[in-house]
């Protein structure tokens, strides 16, 4: 998964900002929006949506158990209906792992 793992800090990412984050198309984020109920960036007066850090978070919930782990849309939905806080608990067990295997991979660079 090709996500940015950099500190989340921004009060708001744009679209394009979220669709480099995630290497989709702008198209694959409206279609999760809609498909999902815990995703509702928030739309300014032009209609621009706008990212919370938690729809993000929630975001990289989606692509894990979509890409990763091979849900089907209607079954990552009962997933994620039934067991949402156990899946933010395992997705920063997920980020904690990735930033350590990042650093890891730097060191042994390094030598």
Do not use: C, W
Request: no cysteine; hydrophobic share 35%; aromatic share 10%.
């Amino acid at each position: 998964m090709s996500i940015d793992e950099r500190e989340i800090t921004k009060m708001y990412y744009t679209m394009g900002e979220v669709t480099v984050m995630f290497g989709v198309n702008p198209s694959m984020i409206r279609f999760y929006e809609k498909e999902f109920d815990i995703l509702k960036p928030k739309k300014n007066k032009k209609g621009n949506r706008l990212f919370t850090p938690e729809d993000i978070e929630n975001l990289k919930i989606i692509f894990h158990l979509i890409r990763d782990k091979g849900y089907t849309l209607q079954g990552a939905k009962d997933y994620l209906k039934n067991n949402i806080g156990d899946s933010k608990g395992s997705q920063k067990v997920i980020d904690s792992l990735e930033n350590l295997k990042k650093f890891l991979l730097e060191v042994r660079d390094q030598l």
